[in-house]
């Protein structure tokens, strides 16, 4: 049984006359059916086409871009080189003799897709969906398909959605998810909720890591009432978390003082979406977030802070990444400032005096790397111990340099800040699409359907934090951009038209952050394109490298074209989503992703959609990332600094 | 029955002093309550000659006359005629006594009751300077007025004035309504909530913000201990499995981070609420820095660059200048921000929780309070702090254990009692750490020990509406004679044999310095002179402190410019799809 899929320009029109109402499920394949390995909607002729060259384009990774040739085979990558065609032949010709058949193979079976002035990129990952998620009574009307078909559409290849529990049980709200996910017509991963504590949880989260494939939990701090856990149930899931090498993760709000600020909406009359933003200020997301991180802190384990939202927030996590650099900076100035100066005012010639020289230097060097503390923090100790003998070197040239000391100071600070990524506590932060551009003036809007559409938690906030994070991304105090899309449509969102509290929280994102961030960050020149790659698609932080996010040889076949020269344009008649709002409606951009191949297929092209339920994978995630590495160390000079039990004999009085 | 009790440096004295026979040192606490009864030298007209004057405002040299209790001129060269106790301070400074804003005399808590009652920890106050402190006030079973009864009949020995806080460790309409009660006729005009402590005293985020709002509403101070309660019962939980169950662990298991975390808490949710907000004991660098975060918050970024440019304009004769803009930047700075008074204690301004690392369990765990003693550098960053305003004044929390009681956690540190002496010693340490040192003037050691608590107390309307003198925490005419004489040329000494709090250990044993109160005059009364005390059990007065000060002053506006600020509702026709 074979289904058509291809949703072209024409057809939209047709389709959405009567698509804002009920026949949504129409607009694709029916969900139980055509789970089968090729299925519908593949290109016209059944071009099982497994093999595709993509030619002349620039390919991106985080680290490095060139321009090359990408040959992928049966979903993996096979070979990233420039050239490929000339040595696809080069090959060829030296089988020809072997086998005649083979060239008619090879030359026939690969599609070949022009890239030139184009970029090839990893396949976008989102790490923040909530497809068919129930919440307030109702369900997201983006279900794993209709999600996955939207995020295709706009060059995101695999997302990670976030297991419920039902009823505080991890394995039942597994099973629920896995139903859900059927349909699916890309990768995906999943992140695990905990709202409860207990044996049975915390069994249940080993066998989550050990044989489902999941590596996080979240933790809400808001929704009172209903996801929100205390400070002594973060600090168990916390610590389980560490046990497994499983990434927490937090929603950082104070639920207490949301629900004290939405009574204090509503005592004030504020019953419209405005009060929503009004009832859960900025403050709030920074007091959770601050209490996350030092809980973390205290446990020592990584910590994940999703969606970003304020200044305040971004604040807290710098602040964490930050901490013990001071000091580093701090030794490195003053013995750096020590030996110059004391250089320059002693007899060069002396003996005793060079002796002095070198010894403040070796303490230098003492003071960086003996305290524990310091150096266990360093994932890679080795990296400081070699990055050392540059900075020695250094001091040693700039000396030559006369008095220039300003210019000494920067470059000194610069290589220190070269080791702030490395110490400093392990907290990722997410900031979504939403908080990026957008800012909270539309929910004072007069008209209740636009002002609810942007209803979501933590609210956008006012202009200014937009700006401010997009600067926190470009620096790196903010790693990787996800969207939190959970949509409603305006039916939905209207449950709340009399009383904020019950417009279902949620905006849409996963078709437009590929897009939007390109834009915004990309082409205003705020990071480059290798950055762009690391915040969309690189997922170190879930352990999923190489395998995705990546273009090299071995990696899945998730792959978008970007042509920075096409636009984009967004509106909700034209997105892929099944809600009927979209709140980037008539944003305009430059780089459009005009090809998306997914798992080695063509799934975006000439705007046309061509998706399969049921031929995406769930991807298992494996514990202990690298933001694991090296915390052994930190827990064993933390346990050796206590100096304790100190040994006392117990004759007292 | 007047009761009569002179405390000599005498020997014989002092060497039974620490054993068991405590309750005889003093005037049995249920007798002397008669209004001018024992021990008083009825001189009630005093005048101190030829002295320094420090108020918090100004110095100057003056003469100090007192009658009844009270101070009825303060000028030079004042005549008076005989039958008047003439008292020479010429060559020293003439203050306003301390003010200990944080005890917990005659206190049960774990398991057992603090050794001070109202009678022995007052004593050992004046005979260091203190001429009132305020009081902890705990709930019975969450009751506010079983609990405030219970204080009251504690305080019936006092011999110097004193005052009260509430602990509020559950919230329903009963408390609330109590909360009213106290305010408007008991006289107490802060609420403290604990955020540590769990199980006992430890109250929620939800708990806390319900006690903000009712605090704000009475112009009731709020106050934390800031700790995070669950983490530090995880700490202990860590220490114990780790086989650190001596004195050490305790200070292990509740690191500054856990103090910082639940400082910016309480600021943040006492800020959403917008209202005042008092952090008891700031003990570490995390939770000061918050606090000079939040007081800074809003600071005009403007008028901050502006005197960065300034100070950059400036050539060679720099420091004095920079000072001079310190001090009005400073100025600005009080005026701005939210409203969070930090406290320092004497244990945190000047020790290091090396003592809790002593091989000795009974050394080693009578450094045992909460939030703990930190390492060293906090300390010196909490003296930095309270020189350039940070943090406001001084206390002392004060809750004294003998080394018995100590024990009663030889082998598990969570059954350590919890508590370090100071009431005595905190008028000489601050002196000698603080002023000879340096780091702050005359004028604001008497801010920080003194006037600043009774700033706390004093309502703007109220003193408009009676055109009332401050009482307490100046030398002014119409103020109580609560008035300490320091000689900065005399030195001190503390050790646990001279004392006279009833505890058996000291923290400050063996600490030295200088500048020393030779003369404490409480209402009137020299209570303290020549090393010899003379204190009346009941001689002391409970002082009323009305709601609403100088913080809450504004906050009307604030609460205009917020609802202002919202923009809503926002007019919608219900019309929708």
């Known amino acids: 049984m074979t289904y058509h899929f291809s949703l072209s320009l024409s057809l939209y029109l047709l389709l959405f006359t009567y698509f804002p109402s009920n026949s949504q499920s129409n607009q694709f394949c029916k969900t139980d059916i055509g789970i089968g390995e090729v299925g519908c909607g593949i290109l016209s002729p059944p071009s099982s086409t497994t093999k595709l060259l993509i030619k002349g384009g620039t390919v991106v990774n985080a680290h490095h871009q060139e321009f090359a040739d990408v040959y992928v085979e049966d979903g993996i990558i096979v070979a990233v080189e420039p050239n490929l065609r000339e040595l696809c032949y080069v090959r060829f010709f030296a089988e020809l003799a072997e086998s005649n058949a083979k060239w008619n193979k090879v030359g026939d079976d690969v599609k070949v897709i022009d890239a030139t002035g184009k970029y090839v990129m990893p396949g976008g990952i989102d790490p923040h969906t909530h497809l068919a998620m129930e919440a307030l009574n109702t369900e997201s009307v983006d279900d794993f398909f209709s999600g996955q078909a939207a995020a295709l559409a706009g060059g995101t290849t695999m997302h990670i959605d976030f297991v419920i529990p039902v009823n505080g049980s991890l394995t039942a709200g597994l099973e629920v998810y896995e139903e859900k996910a059927k349909k699916?017509?890309?990768?995906?991963?999943?992140?695990?909720?905990?709202?409860?504590?207990?044996?049975?949880?915390?069994?249940?989260?080993?066998?989550?890591?050990?044989?489902?494939?999941?590596?996080?939990?979240?933790?809400?701090?808001?929704y009172k009432g209903v996801l929100m856990v205390n400070d002594e149930l973060l600090l168990e899931g916390l610590k389980r978390c560490k046990s497994l090498g499983a990434l927490a993760m937090v929603h950082a709000e104070n639920g207490?003082?949301?629900?004290?600020?939405?009574?204090?909406?509503?005592?004030?009359?504020?019953?419209?979406?405005?009060?929503?933003?009004?009832?859960?200020?900025?403050?709030?997301?920074?007091?959770?977030?601050?209490?996350?991180?030092?809980?973390?802190?205290?446990v020592n384990t990584p910590l994940y802070v999703v969606h970003v939202m304020s200044i305040d927030a971004m604040e807290e996590i710098a602040r964490a990444r930050k901490s013990g650099l001071l000091y580093l900076i701090s030794s490195f100035l003053f013995y750096y400032w020590l030996s110059s100066t004391i250089y320059e005012f002693g007899n060069k010639d002396d003996v005793?005096?060079?002796?002095?020289?070198?010894?403040?230097?070796?303490?230098?060097?003492?003071?960086?790397?003996?305290?524990?503390?310091?150096?266990?923090?360093?994932?890679?100790?080795?990296?400081?111990?070699?990055?050392l003998l540059p900075s020695l070197a250094f001091i040693k040239t700039s000396r030559n340099l006369s008095y220039g000391t300003l210019n000494?100071?920067?470059?000194?600070?610069?290589?220190?800040?070269?080791?702030?990524?490395?110490?400093?506590?392990?907290?990722?932060?997410?900031?979504?699409?939403?908080?990026?551009?957008?800012?909270?003036?539309?929910?004072?809007?007069?008209?209740?359907?636009?002002?609810?559409?942007?209803?979501?938690?933590?609210?956008?906030?006012?202009?200014?934090?937009?700006?401010?994070?997009?600067?926190?991304?470009?620096?790196?105090?903010?790693?990787?951009?996800?969207?939190?899309?959970?949509?409603?449509?305006?039916?939905?969102?209207?449950?709340?038209?009399?009383?904020?509290?019950?417009?279902?929280?949620?905006?849409?994102?996963?078709?437009?952050?590929?897009?939007?961030?390109?834009?915004?960050?990309?082409?205003?020149?705020?990071?480059?394109?290798?950055d762009y790659v690391r915040v969309t698609s690189t997922e170190?932080?879930?352990?999923?490298?190489?395998?995705?996010?990546?273009?090299?040889?071995?990696?899945?076949?998730?792959?978008?074209?970007?042509?920075?020269?096409?636009?984009?344009?967004?509106?909700?008649?034209?997105?892929?989503?099944?809600?009927?709002?979209n709140v980037y409606e008539g944003r305009r951009g430059k780089g459009k992703v005009e090809v998306t191949i997914a798992g080695g297929r063509v799934v975006w092209e000439n705007n046309e959609l061509k998706v399969v339920p049921g031929s995406g994978k769930y991807i298992k995630m494996a514990p202990f990332s690298y933001l694991f590495s090296g915390l052994d160390?930190?827990?064993?000079?933390?346990?050796?600094?206590?100096?304790?039990?100190?040994n006392r004999f117990k004759s007292t009085t």
Request: glycine share 8%; net charge positive; proline share 5%.
């Open 184 to 222: 699916s017509c890309m990768d995906y991963g999943f992140h695990m909720v905990i709202t409860k504590f207990d044996d049975i949880v915390s069994r249940d989260m080993e066998i989550m890591v050990k044989e489902k494939g999941i590596n996080s939990f979240k933790f809400f701090l808001a």
């Open 256 to 298: 207490d003082a949301v629900f004290e600020g939405q009574k204090r909406m509503i005592q004030l009359g504020i019953t419209g979406p405005e009060g929503h933003a009004l009832s859960r200020p900025p403050l709030l997301e920074g007091e959770a977030t601050a209490r996350a991180i030092r809980l973390a802190g205290f």
């Open 352 to 387: 005793p005096f060079k002796a002095f020289i070198v010894t403040t230097r070796l303490l230098y060097v003492l003071l960086a790397v003996v305290p524990g503390s310091v150096a266990n923090y360093f994932p890679k100790c080795v990296a400081l111990l070699s990055s």
């Open 408 to 530: 000494r100071v920067v470059k000194c600070t610069s290589t220190t800040r070269f080791y702030s990524r490395h110490i400093g506590q392990r907290v990722v932060g997410e900031p979504v699409v939403s908080g990026l551009v957008l800012d909270d003036s539309r929910l004072w809007d007069s008209d209740f359907t636009t002002a609810s559409k942007y209803v979501m938690s933590p609210p956008i906030r006012a202009s200014g934090h937009g700006k401010a994070l997009q600067g926190a991304l470009s620096n790196g105090v903010l790693q990787l951009v996800g969207t939190d899309h959970c949509v409603f449509n305006s039916t939905q969102k209207a449950f709340g038209i009399d009383d904020f509290r019950k417009i279902p929280n949620g905006v849409n994102g996963i078709e437009e952050r590929m897009h939007l961030v390109w834009d915004t960050m990309v082409e205003s020149g705020q990071i480059s394109i290798t």
């Open 540 to 581: 170190w932080i879930f352990n999923m490298y190489p395998r995705k996010g990546a273009i090299i040889p071995g990696s899945d076949a998730d792959i978008i074209i970007l042509n920075p020269h096409s636009t984009f344009e967004i509106n909700a008649r034209s997105h892929h989503s099944r809600t009927d709002t």
């Open 633 to 646: 160390r930190a827990d064993a000079s933390y346990l050796s600094s206590l100096n304790a039990p100190v």
